[in-house]
Every structure is written in C-alpha cells, then in structure tokens.
C-alpha cells in the first residue's frame, strides 16, 4: 500500500503552495503600496496628520470589468479627534451621497450646517461614506471598519439598492445559495496577492462608441426584471433584513449610536417595467383627467386587473387617477403597489421599509420616517414634484426635509444640546440657499446631472425644468458645463462662478460660493481668505477679519490674508497690531505677484508708521513700495503727505 506517501506529497504540495502564497503576500505587502485600498489615507495638512476618505475604494466590491465605479467622497478629517469635537459618519445609497448634487445640497451637508448652528460651541464634522449602487452588502463591511474613524454617530439611509447593488439579485450561485459568503469574499479580496491579480484583469473606463452609452443603472441592473412574489425577491428581502442586523449589531459593538431612516420614493413616477403592454393608459387619463369624467376610465383598469392583479403600470393609473378624484388614500394605496409590481427594482418595495421598521424595533434602534414625512407634506399641498427630481432623488428641498428630521432626531435624543435656552434656542435655519450655504455652481451641476440621467436607460421621454441652468448668462453657463464634464475642476469653477458674481456686483451669490467651499472643507484657507474680502467689500469689517484670521490659522505661510488684516487694522486705528501682522506678511514668500505683494505690504506699513508718527519708517517703506512699483498712486500720495508732515 502506498496510499501513505502519497497523501503526504500532496500534503506537502499544498503546504509549500500555502507558504508561496503566503511569502507572496508579505513580499507585495513590503513592496507594493500601490496595491493598498484603505478606507483612509493618512495625509499631512500644515504639519497635522488627517484622514482622507479614499475615494476610490469602492472598487473592491464591483467587477474588474465594470465600466463604472462608483466612489466615495474624499472628506478630509482629523486623525485625531479633537476633544471638542462631534464626528458624524453617513452611510448608505445615492440618496445619501446626495445624487445629483456634489457639496452643500445634500443630507450630510445641511445636518452639518444645521447642527453648527444650533451647536456653534462644538466642532461638528460629518463624513460622507454613502455612494451611488451600494447596497447593505457593502454597508455592512463598512460598518465593520468605522469604528477606526471615532465616530460619535451613525446617520443611516439604505434600502433602494438591494436588488441591483454589489451581489444582490447579480450574486454568484454560491453566493446566492450561502450568502456568508458575499463577505468573505470581500476579505479575501483585500489580500495584495488577490489585488494583484484582479488588476492584471481590471479594465479602464470605456469611452467613445456604444459602450458610451453604458450607464450606472443598466451596469448594476443588467436590465434584470423581479417579480414581487419570486424567488430572487424573497432572497433579497432576507438578505437585507439579515445585513441591517448586522450592520446594528457592528455599531453597538463598537458603542456607536446609530439613527436610521426609512426610504422613500416619488410615488408619482410611472413604473419602469410591467408585464403587460398599457400602451393609451396615459392617452386616455390625459383625456378624462381634462373632462373629469373617472367613472369609465376607472372601469377600464378594473377589467384590466382582473387579468392581471400583478401590472404596475395598470395600478399606476388608478392610482393617478384616484388622486385627481381627490381620493388620496385609495390613490396612495394603488400608487404603492404600482411601485412594489415594478418589474425594474429601482425603488424600493413597501417590505424594504417594512423589514427597517421591524428590525429598528426589535434592536431598540432609534428610528425616523422619512416616508411619513414625505407622504404628510404631499397631503399638506406640496407636490411630489417638489420633492423629488425622478423615481427616489430628492430635490434639494427634499434634502432638506430630510436633513432636518434627522437634525430633529439628534436633539431629541439629546446627543448634542443646542445653545441657549427657552425663547432664546435657535431656531431650523431656513430653506434658502443663501442660509444653507448652497451655492448657484451646486445647482447647476445637478440641473446637469438629472438632465443626463433621465435622459439615459430605463428612463423614456421623462422630462424635468431645471432649476437655474436655463436662465444664466452664458458665461455661466459654459462655467458649469466645463464643471460638469470635468474639463475644469470642481473649486476652480466655484472660484469662477464667484468671480463671475463679484464682476456683475452680485455679491449675496459670489459669498454663498466662498461660504460653501468653506463647509465643505475646513481647511480651504484660500476660500476663507476670499470669504473675508468679499465680507469687507460690503461693509463687514467683523466678519472679514474673522475670516482673514481662520485663513491665517489654516496656512501660517500665505500672505494675502495677513496683509489685508493689516490694512483693516489700521483703519481701526490698531497700528501696533498692525505692523505686526504686516511684517509677519513680509517675512513670507509671495506667489506669482510677489513684487506687487511687497509692494502693497510696504505701502501698509508706511501707513501705519504714519500714522503712529514715526514718520522715517513710514517714508523707508513708502519708498521700498514706489521702488518696487513705481506707479503706485496710493504710495505717492501717502509719500507726499509724509514729506509734508516732516517738514512742518
């Protein structure tokens, strides 16, 4: 018998294959940084060490050969927290991400700007890990590796994805018949040896020909349709209930709090998909919606799903039609089930909140509804129109409707205590752009982007007004377009945008531009500095100093702002001060115009030794400043009036 010695060459075999993979790893581990896909890069800010959330790393749950891949937005944060402060960490889908817009209009964005104001004591900070095509299968793996960040909370919304997101009804058999196994994939496929190879195999963005046509939605979808009542369905409704435990579980080991949302959706949209043909449907509740006249409309569509109780389109339209009879709860009723009977599952069913409800109550998880709140504005007389731009992305309203529910939650729930008290307790900040720090280039992006989106698969002849693109000038508009498909970065057209603005002496828009490159990065010192201009140009002298200070916090090492806190000094009469901060700008490199720079720097310090009488200082800096710009009016003015002053 030699069945011995040949089970132990194999066993042989396999262990020294195990250790050449192993020594594999530890080799591409010491050698190919490159080949590292953290949650968070460690950066260096003016010599403090910060976190930047990677934005491409997403691309571990999506196949090498996906056109698309969505990404994470690079926040910037601290790597040490500080004592004061009160970290906030989103999670969840597009919605979250806040599709179709990039900065400010979005539900991370105005809960932090809500929050900061109600709370100025404390440094609020929300970091934005949602992203388009998630869903609770990569959820879940985030919520496992978060508790590196300190968060002191979890904001969540998720539940639209699941069936078309990363491993949802798109799963491998495997993965379908034992789902443990979706996440030990994912673990094995941060192993270097497995990047290693997946890269050899992972192709760029397609671009030019058919292929540019590919878009988000039809890549996750794979234009699968699923039946309410299938197989598939159950799977994913299972699965999602089975993640949301899972990811509460993750955050109360971590002794994260979490608050979570229900979803919701424009019950309004038509269905994507139905089984049967309802072609005239729409012809014909056009007619009678002009005449009024229901009854024989209505008697069509009950015939209609006799045949066929499972078409959505055929629900759709009496639930439309129901509404215009003013028969909003029988509406609302066949409207849900339209959505549920939508053969494409780019909403999510009734049961997806269903299951959040249920799981949020048997966890003790602090919940909200933002479908109720939907559904009660709808009823007060604000249109769905008003509140979502297509099938599930809120308007910018809609954001905010839900930014302040979850702001609401976290009051209540006493996690943050707003300043003052009684009648003297802030109040919401308002719907306004002007309030909320949402800037015009921000939404003319998303005008951009929905008309792109809906103008794409599965969407047919869907059509939305924007809400400022079409009636800009066209400088602007080219600006935002430039924007938008990238050829110009996203600070360089707000920097534009605003410049734009402050030529045309519209000041409110250029400062709500300055003002939302400052929420949405603290440490943008060269938006601060030009905040404060923009303040000082209209007759705060306060507040522009205040932010020349913030600007000067971030870079010590820029000039512009010390000069200008300089020459505001000195019209306050504070010399002393002044010189000081003026040579402080002095002893700095300038940038591009540093001989006007020293110039201007020279001329402030002539003035304010001027006017502290020391007039031989004031007239070796006035002369410095004419030598290095010789037409200086400014300084030959001032030169001649300290002549004159000498020489009484």
Request: hydrophobic residues 40%; aromatic residues 10%.
């Amino acid at each position: 018998m030699k069945i011995k010695p040949v089970l132990t060459s194999v066993l042989i075999s396999i262990l020294v294959a195990l250790g050449v993979l192993a020594a594999t790893e530890v080799i591409l581990r010491l050698t190919a940084e490159s080949l590292e896909n953290p949650l968070a890069n460690e950066i260096s800010v003016n010599g403090e060490e910060w976190y930047q959330i990677n934005r491409g790393y997403l691309k571990k749950y999506f196949s090498p050969n996906a056109a698309i891949v969505p990404e994470l937005k690079p926040t910037i944060f601290r790597k040490q927290k500080r004592p004061n402060a009160f970290r906030i960490l989103c999670l969840g889908e597009s919605s979250m991400f806040g599709t179709p817009y990039q900065m400010t209009c979005t539900i991370p964005a105005i809960v932090r700007k809500q929050l900061r104001h109600f709370v100025p004591d404390r440094e609020i900070e929300v970091i934005n890990l949602a992203a388009s095509a998630i869903n609770s299968n990569v959820t879940i793996d985030l919520a496992k590796r978060i508790d590196a960040l300190q968060p002191d909370l979890v904001l969540l919304y998720l539940g639209h994805n699941e069936f078309y997101g990363p491993d949802g009804v798109g799963a491998s058999f495997v993965q379908r018949h034992v789902p443990s196994t979706i996440q030990w994939v994912y673990s094995l496929r941060e192993l270097r040896i497995v990047s290693f190879v997946v890269n050899l195999f992972r192709k760029s963005p397609r671009s030019g020909g058919p292929e540019a046509e590919q878009n988000l939605m039809r890549q996750v979808s794979d234009a699968n349709r699923i039946g309410l009542q299938s197989d598939p369905a159950e799977r994913i409704f299972a699965l999602f209930e089975n993640n949301l435990s899972g990811i509460f579980s993750e955050l109360q080991s971590a002794a994260v709090p979490v608050i979570v949302s229900d979803v919701t959706s424009n019950p309004e949209f038509p269905p994507f998909d139905s089984d049967a043909s309802a072609a005239g449907l729409a012809r014909d509740y056009e007619a009678v919606r002009r005449s009024g006249e229901y009854g024989l409309f209505l008697s069509k569509l009950s015939t209609l799903m006799r045949s066929d109780t499972a078409n959505a389109a055929f629900h759709y339209w009496k639930g439309m039609t129901l509404l215009a009879m003013g028969k909003r709860k029988e509406g609302e009723q066949q409207l849900g089930a339209a959505r549920d009977f939508d053969l494409l599952k780019f909403r999510a069913p009734g049961r997806t909140n269903d299951i959040i409800r249920r799981v949020c109550e048997s966890t003790a998880t602090p919940y909200i509804s933002t479908d109720s709140l939907f559904s009660a504005l709808q009823r007060s007389g604000t249109t769905a129109n008003e509140l979502f731009w297509e099938h599930v992305h809120p308007t910018p309203f809609g954001y905010y409707a839900i930014a302040s529910l979850f702001v609401r939650k976290i009051l209540d729930m006493k996690l943050l205590t707003p300043a003052g008290a009684g009648p003297s307790t802030p109040q919401f900040l308002p719907f306004a752009p002007e309030s909320l720090g949402i800037c015009w280039l921000e939404l003319a992006y998303g005008d951009l982007s929905i008309q792109r989106l809906t103008g794409m698969w599965p969407f047919n002849n869907y059509k939305r007004s924007p809400l400022v693109f079409d009636r800009a000038p066209a400088e602007l508009k080219r600006i935002a377009m430039e924007t938008y498909t990238r050829a110009m970065g996203w600070e360089d057209g707000c920097y534009s945008s605003a410049a734009w603005f402050w030529k045309a002496n519209n000041l409110r828009d250029a400062q709500t531009t300055y003002e939302a490159l400052v929420d949405d990065n603290g440490q943008n010192y060269y938006a601060e500095y030009l905040l404060g201009n923009i303040l000082v140009r209209q007759g705060d002298f306060r507040g522009g100093a205040s932010h020349y200070r913030k600007s000067i916090a971030i870079n010590p090492e820029y000039p512009n702002p010390r000069l200008d806190l300089g020459l505001l000094m000195i019209n306050e009469g504070k010399y002393d001060e002044a010189v000081t901060e003026l040579k402080a700008a002095l002893a700095l490199k300038g940038g591009k115009d540093a001989a006007g720079l020293r110039s201007n720097i020279h001329y402030g310090l002539a003035a304010a030794y001027a006017n502290k009488r020391d007039l031989e200082s004031a007239l070796t800096h006035v002369d410095e400043a004419l030598r290095l710009d010789p037409k200086y009016a400014d300084a030959l003015r001032l030169r001649e009036a300290i002549l004159a002053q000498r020489g009484r």
